[in-house]
Every structure is written in structure tokens, then in C-alpha cells.
């Protein structure tokens, strides 16, 4: 079966900490894997996506996220939060087919970033 | 470049009831998914619409349907309103001949009584 976990539901931290928000996927094929952001009461915003090539892949607002195969993990990470940062995090997984991935893309159920003063 | 714009953005409605969401795609797409949200959750795929059929469903009941138009944008319809239909519903456009990157709108929030 096709799912993502996301096992943090909420993580607070200092803003200029660094952040890593945790994400694992199960999937049955190659998978296409994506971050993205969500602010209160908006839609979602891709941060980054992998699919092939170097298993560091870096995205938009400082972020980068590392693809582990063997640990079926895409963590995402950030060096230095800053509050604008607060938001909801959703990773997501995807079919890659070699040329075209619009397809059922499934997402976990989300990490709330909240960030100290 | 406009992006993906949906309708209403906000609308309350009462068991029973149809209600109908409509979306236009980002310019250039051509392919159209629609996802629920409920409070808390991630978004759940509902389904995907490209050349005006449905491509893809996700784990909902018939009462979810969908229209995809010669010019891309989308509507999604749902019948016979339960209380847990009470979500943001989000469109989401992308090329199928693309890096499957989705750009979501900002969603409709719907509220069943």
C-alpha cells in the first residue's frame, strides 16, 4: 500500500535553530517525492521535489531535503528558521514514470512548525 | 500568469444539499486533481481529470463527481451533503506530459450544518 508518515505533529523551535521535519513513504514503484508548505488558510506551495539524481535536493526559502532510499525516508531540513517559517509541512509521494508523473499524488497528514521567539 | 483561482472561496450549506466548486487551471495546464482537506489532515485525493475524463479516484463515494471543460477548468460536485463533508476542498493543476509538480489553489471552504 501506497502511504507517507509524518511522525512529528507539531515542532516548536527557536527561530535561527536548525529544523528537521521527519517524513517516510511506502511505496511500491520508483516514487516522486515533494515537500510542501501550507500557511493558514491558503493553498499548498511546492518547497521541493526529487525524483532522480542527487539524493540532496535543494528548494526554495533555504530549504533542502535528502532522499534515503534505504531508510525509505525524505527528510526535510532547514539551517536556520526564521518566524515566517511558521506553517504546515506536507510531504508527499507520487509515481515517476521516466517522463510524466501527473498522477495520484498521496500526502501525509502534516507537521505543524511553530517557531519561538 | 494567473494561477489556479477556485470558487466560492467560502460557503455553508445544510445536510442534503448539492453543492458545486468550480476551478480554472494555471495557464498552460492541462490537467486538473481535486483534493479534501479536512481540519488537521492532509489533503485526500479525490480525483484527477484530464481531456475531460476522469483519470483517477481516489477512496470517495459516488456522491463526489466531477466535470473537466474543453478549456481545462474543472468543477467538482457533491450530492446529498453529510456533516463530514465539512472541508477545504482544493484544486490542483499540472501538465501530464510534466514533472508532475502539482500548484494548488487556495481552496474552497466548505461548512455543512
Known amino acids: 500500500a501506497q502511504s507517507v508518515t509524518q511522525p512529528d505533529i507539531h515542532i516548536t523551535v527557536s527561530e535561527g535553530a536548525s529544523l528537521e521535519l521527519r517524513c517516510n513513504y511506502s511505496y511500491g514503484a520508483t516514487p516522486y517525492l515533494f515537500w510542501y508548505v501550507q500557511s493558514p488558510g491558503q493553498g499548498l506551495q511546492l518547497l521541493l521535489k526529487?525524483?532522480?539524481?542527487?539524493?540532496l535536493v535543494q528548494g526554495i526559502k533555504g530549504f533542502e531535503a535528502e532522499f534515503k532510499r534505504s531508510q525509505s525516508s525524505f527528510n526535510l531540513r532547514k539551517p536556520s528558521v526564521h518566524w515566517s517559517d511558521a506553517a504546515e509541512y506536507f510531504c508527499?509521494?507520487?509515481?515517476?514514470?521516466?517522463?510524466?508523473?501527473?498522477?495520484?499524488?498521496?500526502f501525509g497528514s502534516g507537521t505543524r512548525l511553530s517557531i519561538r521567539p | 500568469d494567473a494561477g489556479v483561482t477556485q470558487s466560492p472561496t467560502h460557503l455553508i450549506k445544510t445536510r442534503g444539499q448539492q453543492v458545486t466548486l468550480r476551478c480554472s487551471p494555471k495557464s498552460g495546464h492541462d490537467t486538473v486533481s481535486w483534493y479534501q482537506q479536512a481540519l488537521g489532515q492532509g489533503p485526500q485525493f479525490i480525483f484527477q481529470y484530464y481531456e475531460e475524463e476522469e483519470r483517477q479516484r481516489g477512496n470517495f463515494p459516488d456522491r463526489f463527481s466531477g466535470h473537466q471543460f474543453p478549456n481545462y477548468s474543472s468543477e467538482l460536485n457533491v450530492n446529498a451533503l453529510l456533516l463530514g463533508d465539512s472541508a477545504l476542498y482544493l484544486c490542483a493543476s499540472s501538465l501530464l506530459q510534466g514533472t508532475g509538480e502539482l500548484f494548488f489553489g487556495e481552496g474552497s471552504r466548505l461548512t455543512v450544518l
Open positions: 508527499a509521494v507520487g509515481p515517476w514514470t521516466g517522463y510524466s508523473s501527473a498522477s495520484k499524488i498521496i
Open positions: 526529487y525524483f532522480s539524481g542527487d539524493t
